[in-house]
């Protein structure tokens, strides 16, 4: 199973020096790296995200994340991933560009159900 961090491509390239991804300022001010699951992309983006250009999709394999991911409800009860510990470059599975198109809207890639 995969989840999701959407986060700049400024941050991305930080994280790949390091080789640890340590999270976006929301992510500081909440104490964990906030994630989504593929069907809770397109709603985060929208959200969160609107018109921002530069930024990445960022797939990550649950199982290579152990007990420091949770999952907490937010948005009316939904559940999502959230990650209490820094995200080691290991467990990421590919790295997409989140273009916009013309309309403002971001293009999501497909995504696996």
């Known amino acids: 199973m995969f989840v999701y961090k959407i986060c700049t491509a400024a941050l991305w390239a930080e994280a ?3 080789r640890v991804f340590r999270g976006a300022p929301v992510d500081f001010a909440d104490g964990y790296i ?3 699951t593929a069907a809770q992309v397109a709603e985060t983006l929208t959200k969160h995200f609107a018109g921002q250009s530069n930024l990445l999709l960022v797939e990550v394999d649950t199982a290579r994340l152990g007990d420091a991911l949770k999952w907490e409800p937010s948005r009316g009860g939904a559940l999502f991933p959230h990650l209490y510990d820094v995200l080691d470059l290991t467990a990421v ?3 997409m560009e989140l ?3 013309t309309d403002g809207c971001h293009t999501l890639p497909q995504l696996p159900a």
């Open 93 to 95: 599975n590919r790295v």
């Open 34 to 36: 906030h994630f989504s």
């Open 16 to 18: 790949e020096r390091e």
């Open 99 to 101: 273009p916009l198109g």
